[in-house]
């Protein structure tokens, strides 16, 4: 695969978006292909439990109040004045025909047992059950084996344990391929290609305790940023308010314990036993992720502890597990039963809601470079994604963008022969980072401690030749890191998931999106800000 083939599309990551824009871009008669740092199997994207958020047709008859308006209208509240309504309305609107081809591919939700029509959840911020799931709370899991055996079976052709080291452009700046690592210690291979579109995921493993796998080291980011991209919203890192609790001082990645038990009737409790939700918002329990997120952070610090608890011990226990057999399995791995006893939860990184700014089809600011689902910024999410809309967008997106490469190529001319690769990059010791960001830069920041995470990363940085697949992940860990840190100084408000608590307030004069590229010298800085509404 290294050396002169020259492919129309790159996509690198095989999640939801990845996998669906490869596959509607091998429909449209591109040659594509799809790679991975590890298995297709293997990214984020089986995690997910709750579902996907989306007013289908027959949803609006069988719960007359619910629509792609009021869908929209959840989605702008959740996103706390930063969504771009023109990008939400649009990308929300196609949820219906996303998911028919979805399911067109193979993907078998949950049905109710009236109908046959889809069963239908709440999660927080939700005023509607609109979200569809698949084998209780193994949304994701469905979503992935659907498209990876169609990815499989319709002989896509998929590069696995590849990681990626730089994307490439010609002199005029039009990406021209990607450097990939190559399997000798410190070589690198390129594959040549006419667009590259990245779909790598998020950036939770810059937290000491994430929801997300070990993949999720914000490769597509990195890349985005030194390809000179435009990033914005990278201070609103989303933390679920519910990952199971593993201990104190616990690392690594928390099991979920999906909103949709709250949607189904499990209320938080602090230690205590007082409700944690009480009088805080006017949706309680299913209020924003941001707010609840926030609340029981309060609660821990008024309590002394570093978790609180999902009670679940009044709902039918065999229904509950039922329902929800992935969290009920981890609750047993750790020897709880939701049905007799509460669950021990405490908030975890999660979601990047920000990422690197596209338009609604998925292009970015560099031409040939495209991105989709949670490593872009379409403007759905705003300051605090609402939950369930994630793989919605990925499955949108992901369609669009391949739609997007399509056009842009019978008009571009092809690249030039491409820059030089570069492996020398600073890159931090890992564990320092996330120690550094897990104290100054989770849930309630301030700039005193914002400067002190920098200046420990700064501390365990050296520039160097990244030689393995872990060193790759390990500098993109490093850029991402500082610019998260940049944007997160300059919002000097609380918005969102950005609680400062040097700046407590909202402020109207912020409500504008900051933007982030990489200076002469590679150093992350803040760039103009974007008002709302996107870029032009
Ligand atoms: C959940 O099931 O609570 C997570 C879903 C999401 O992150 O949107």
Redesign the pocket.
């Known amino acids: 695969m290294q050396g002169q083939l020259t492919v129309d599309l790159a996509v690198v990551g095989t999640g939801v978006a990845g996998l669906t824009a490869a596959l509607r871009a091998a429909e449209l008669g591109l040659r594509v292909v799809a790679m991975t740092k590890t298995t297709v199997e293997d990214g984020n994207t089986r995690w ?4 996907i ?1 989306v007013v289908l047709p027959h949803h609006d008859s069988s719960q007359p109040g619910d629509s792609v308006d009021a869908h929209v209208a959840d989605t702008l509240a959740a996103g706390a004045g930063l969504c771009d309504e023109v990008a939400v309305r649009a990308i929300l609107a196609a949820g219906p025909a996303a998911v028919g081809a979805l399911r067109a591919r193979g993907a078998v939700f949950d049905v109710n047992g009236s109908g046959g029509g889809l069963e239908r959840t709440r ?2 911020g939700h005023r509607a059950f609109r979200v569809i799931h698949a084998g209780g ?1 193994a ?1 994701g899991a469905e979503v992935e084996r659907a498209l990876v055996v169609a990815a499989r079976g319709g002989q896509l052709p998929l590069l696995e344990h590849q990681p990626v080291t730089e994307v490439l452009l010609d002199e005029s700046g039009r990406v021209s391929g990607l450097a990939l690592l190559g399997a000798g210690l410190g070589s690198v291979g390129v594959l040549r290609a006419r667009a590259v579109l990245l779909t790598t995921g998020g950036l939770g493993q810059l937290y000491a305790a994430s ?1 997300n796998p070990e993949v999720a080291t914000g490769d597509g980011l990195a890349l985005a940023l030194r390809t000179g991209a435009l990033t914005a919203d990278l201070e609103f890192v ?1 933390f ?1 308010p ?1 990952a199971l609790y593993l201990g104190a001082g616990f690392r690594g990645r928390q099991p ?5 038990i709250r949607g189904a009737g499990a209320v938080l409790l602090d230690v205590t036993g007082a409700p944690v939700m009480a009088h805080v918002h006017p949706l309680g329990a299913l209020a924003p ?1 941001d707010v609840v997120a926030a609340a029981i952070t309060s609660r821990m610090a008024a309590t002394g502890t570093d978790h609180v608890l999902l009670d679940a011990t009044h709902l039918d226990g065999a229904q509950l597990r039922r329902r929800f057999p992935t969290v009920y399995a981890a609750c047993r791995a750790i020897g709880v039963d939701p049905g007799a006893a509460p669950i021990p939860v405490a908030p975890a990184a ?2 990047q809601c920000g990422g690197v700014v596209t338009d609604t089809s998925g292009r970015t600011t560099v031409p040939g470079l495209y991105a989709a689902g949670e490593v872009a910024r379409t403007g759905l999410h705003g300051a605090n ?7 919605l967008e990925g499955l949108v997106m992901g369609s669009r963008a391949a739609e997007a490469v399509a056009a842009d190529l019978v008009v571009v001319a092809r690249p030039g022969p491409s820059l030089p690769p570069s492996l020398l990059r600073p890159v931090a010791d890992r564990d320092a980072v996330q120690r550094a960001m897990s104290a100054h830069a989770g849930i309630g920041r301030d700039a005193a401690g914002l400067a002190a995470a920098a200046s420990v990363i700064a501390r365990a940085t050296t520039h160097r030749l990244v030689r393995t697949p872990c060193d790759v992940e390990d500098a993109a860990l490093t850029l991402a890191a500082a610019a998260v840190i940049a944007a997160a100084s300059a919002r000097t408000e609380s918005r969102g998931c950005h609680l400062r608590t040097d700046h407590p307030r909202t402020a109207a004069c912020w409500r504008r999106s900051i933007t982030v590229t990489l200076d002469d010298g590679g150093t992350p800085v803040v760039a103009q800000p974007m008002p709302v509404g996107g870029v032009a």
């Open positions: 997910a439990q709750g579902g958020a999660e927080g709370d949304t929801t989303q679920h519910t979920l314990v999906t909103e949709a992720r999660h979601y994604r609402l939950a369930s809309n994630s793989l």
